[in-house]
């Protein structure tokens, strides 16, 4: 099963999940080196200190991606390397540790897609609300902007927020991620307030002349009714998981029907979340992006009551269903209900089932197999599908799990951190090098 030539392979790592090295050369702190330090958030008690320890060990990490075959490179830069205090001064040794990253990657012929957030916002930022806070989307609008000055020059491809519905959803509502707020009023306003951070930056983009191409990266879900009784709750409960976002980045306008008191909807008041939204912000928002980057790992099943129900069987990670097809459904649906924009693959791909290193990992080698093949069924189908990236390029930090549940398609030993490529890692290879997937 064929993919269209050029296209984008890539695996895909954040900073806070695979740098460690947390205090060096002028960092300053984010939430979750706040979070992860509290006990009790962490399952396994531990931080992103060493993590994969990537910010010493980058150069080895290209090598191995080359190795790999790899045509690109997703990673995520961090904030408070980069602007320690999160507004203010800039940490000019911050840049030019991913000034080094991005010349190994070129210098190997691996395109750089650069993430601007995937979760580790600045401390001094929380102290003053973090992402209730309108304040918070300008911070980054400013950062951003330092951002395409430095690397301008850069045919990359950016994304500008990570899974903004993870951090209002767990960070603000249920308080399992960083910065551990249980509040749903306040996720309804990081939700809106990372919506708006994504459209000022698109503007600071077009604006900053920069090279390369930029969108946002969303996880998206599809749901199913369980019975007849459960559609209207599935309705709701898709209008708060994909519409609130699609249609805000996509369409300009949030969905009427996401946030209320039903069954399946997001249980905030309607005003709260309203009010947070001044004039012009949906035109900021919906800011002309350059491709929409889609994260899947699975769906779910929804009751009368708006609950998610197994329909499909769960990995170690008890959230994610699995169910290659889901990514078919929910592609040609962006086809089918949006504006034409290019699609990318940004993250896919499932944990091993023991917290133990493994490199024989035939059903992580069998779901990405599966997984393509949808992807290269949705293309056929039309869909304008332009890359994928596998989540992850290496065991890695893995937020409230911290390091039990392992995502990488190479094994990292954190003892030694010796890295061991997968059998999952050989088969991206030969998909890579074949540009096409096997039927079987
Ligand atoms: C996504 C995150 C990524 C990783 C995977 C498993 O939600 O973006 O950092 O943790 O899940």
Redesign the pocket.
């Known amino acids: 099963m064929p993919f269209p030539g050029g296209f984008t392979w890539g695996a ?3 900073a806070y ?1 695979v740098e460690g090295s947390t205090k060096a050369d002028g960092r300053g702190v984010s939430i979750w080196d706040t979070f992860a330090a509290q006990p009790g958030h962490i399952r396994d008690g531990r931080t992103g200190d060493p993590a994969a320890d990537h910010y010493r060990r980058w150069e080895q990490d290209l090598d191995l991606m080359k190795e790999l075959g790899l045509k690109s490179y997703r990673f995520s830069i961090a904030w408070p390397r980069i602007i320690p205090l999160g507004t203010g001064e800039v940490n000019q040794k911050g840049i030019d540790f991913y000034r080094r990253l991005i010349e190994g990657l070129l210098a190997r012929e691996i395109t750089p897609a650069i993430t601007l957030y ?2 580790d916002l600045p401390q001094p930022l929380q102290d003053v609300g973090g992402w209730t806070s309108r304040k918070t989307a300008e911070a980054f609008a400013a950062y951003a902007d330092i951002l395409f000055t430095a690397f301008g020059d850069v045919d990359a491809d950016w994304f500008t927020i ?2 903004p519905k ?1 951090t209002a959803f767990e960070g603000y509502g249920f308080g399992v991620h960083a910065p551990g707020v249980q509040s749903s009023i306040a996720a309804g306003a990081a939700v809106h307030h990372q919506l708006l951070a994504h459209g000022l930056a698109v503007r600071r983009f077009r604006a900053s002349g920069a090279k390369g191409r930029i969108g946002i ?1 969303l ?1 998206l879900m599809p749901v199913y009714a369980i019975d007849a009784a459960a559609t209207q709750a599935t309705l709701f409960t898709d209008g708060a998981e994909n519409r609130l976002f699609l249609d805000a980045v996509l369409l300009g306008k949030y969905p009427t029907d996401a946030i209320g008191g039903l069954p399946g909807q997001f249980d905030i008041g309607a005003t709260a979340f309203d009010g947070n939204v001044l004039p012009g912000d949906l035109d900021i928002i919906s800011s002309k992006c350059d491709y929409l980057a889609v ?1 899947y ?1 699975g769906v779910a099943g929804i009751d009368a009551n708006g609950s998610q129900v197994e329909i499909h069987p769960i990995s170690r ?1 008890t959230w ?1 269903q699995i169910y290659p097809q889901g990514l078919f459904d929910l592609l040609t649906r962006i086809k089918r209900d949006y504006p034409r924009i290019p699609l990318i693959i940004t ?1 896919n ?1 499932m ?1 091993d089932p023991t917290a133990d290193h493994t490199v024989d990992d035939p059903y992580r080698v069998t779901f990405l197999r599966e997984h393509f093949q949808q992807a290269s069924r949705a293309i056929a189908a039309g869909v304008p599908l332009e890359g994928y990236y596998v ?2 390029l290496l065991d ?1 930090f ?2 409230a ?1 911290g390091y039990t ?1 392992r ?1 990488g398609i190479v094994a990292v030993d954190f003892a030694t951190q010796k890295r061991t490529p997968k059998k999952s890692a050989a088969l991206l290879t030969s998909v890579i090098r074949a540009n096409a997937v096997s039927r079987g």
């Open positions: 895909a790592t954040s999940q995937h979760w990570n899974e993870t990266a996880n994260q790992y990670a994610q993250e791909g944990p989540w992850s890695n893995e937020w799990e549940q995502f």
